[in-house]
């Protein structure tokens, strides 16, 4: 089956990275289309990195530019999905406007359209927007509806994107209803690299067995209070899918964290750091990536009171803490660290890659992922991140804001170079 992939501006872009790894996943091929307002939300090269194909964002300049590309493009396609679709999208789609690539090819498609609305709350809940809506319904267009809650720009109602899996699920559901689907996995479907839809993920992480921690600790004071901090692990289970996505036998260990588990892994869940430390080092043995994405708690409690604490008349008490075992640098004291590659994650709200770059000494890392905490929607507990890599040879590769799957592409990236070099 093969998904054209419509992308437009606004903060909602990130997401259909994920939306393209899903439909991936489900055996899809994928070709995006961009228009020039979503380039200023993500760049076309992360979705020719995914996807394994040029993105077209322009009409007329390109190489081996075809006068009837948007002919060809849109006949090729089982479906057109447009996530996220702008207000203005909409608008022009109702309008029969064709003023750029993705109206172009939506004009010249005869297959069905999907669309999942993405924008503030006031554009979508305007009657224009709502008569666009009602005029594409008509016409056959269906709908995956936006969520309700808080938006980029600080208000509160209807208008995010649907959730990923969502807009995945319903685009298979429109494809099966039309039995595009030859139940096939990508990687056992004939392909032909003459077409539109080639499909050249790889999975360079075959062979390889990665440990990844992720979510916090958590220490105990007593029965009901504890140390912890505000990972979500978001960022962990999204290096475990990416991993898993390409080959990867992967085995999770995570802090408690309010999240599904990514499909074919069942995680190891541990409280406190020293239950993550062992459940790390009775599982070591095989593994040749780690990669410490956890928030361990660096100091607990000396003494955690079997009984609640009580409060005594007293005015001030003093816990006494003790620091707690340094997982990573236990992993990474191995010497030439068995073979294995050893990769950590700092979070800093100051000197950020001074502060990284200790880390990757101290630690013997062979690479961190230096997380500024400080930038608005990175770190703790968002959808998306902002980091730049430090390599042992000194080498920086800057990441800009963007989805933490993407990201945890581009870590695993930069780990599959080193292999390389590790392995010479
Ligand atoms: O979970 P999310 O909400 O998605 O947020 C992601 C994140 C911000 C938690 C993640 O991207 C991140 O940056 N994780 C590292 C958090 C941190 O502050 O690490 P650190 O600077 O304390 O430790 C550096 C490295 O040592 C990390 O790889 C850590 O896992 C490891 N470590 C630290 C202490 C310890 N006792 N044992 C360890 O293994």
Redesign the pocket.
Known sequence: MKILLGVTGCIGAYKAAEVLRGLQKAGAQVRVVMTRHATEFMRPLTFEALSGQPVIVEMFDRPNYSTIEHITVAREADLLLVAPATANIIAKFAHGMADDFLSTVYLSNTNPVLIAPAMNVEMWNHPTTQANIEILRKLGVMFVDPGEGYQACGEVGVGRLAEPEEIVQRALEILQMRGEDSGLPVSEKPQDPESAFYNAQSEDFLGEHVMI???PTVEDLDPVRFITN???????YAMAEAARDRGASVTLISGPVRLQPPAGIEPVIVRS?KEMYEAVMSRLADITVFI?????A?FRAAKSSPQKIKKQGRKAITIELEE?????KAVGAYPNHNGRIVV????ESQSLLENAEK?LRE?RLDLVVA?D?TQIDA???VET?AATIIKRDGSRIELPLQG?REMADRVLDEIASLRWIVTK
């Open positions: 921690t992720a979510g505000r990972s979500s692990g978001k960022m962990g750091a410490g994405c956890a928030a361990v660096d707690t075992e340094d997982i990573i950590g994650f700092a979070a880390k630690k997380n905490i770190g703790f507990d991140n933490k």
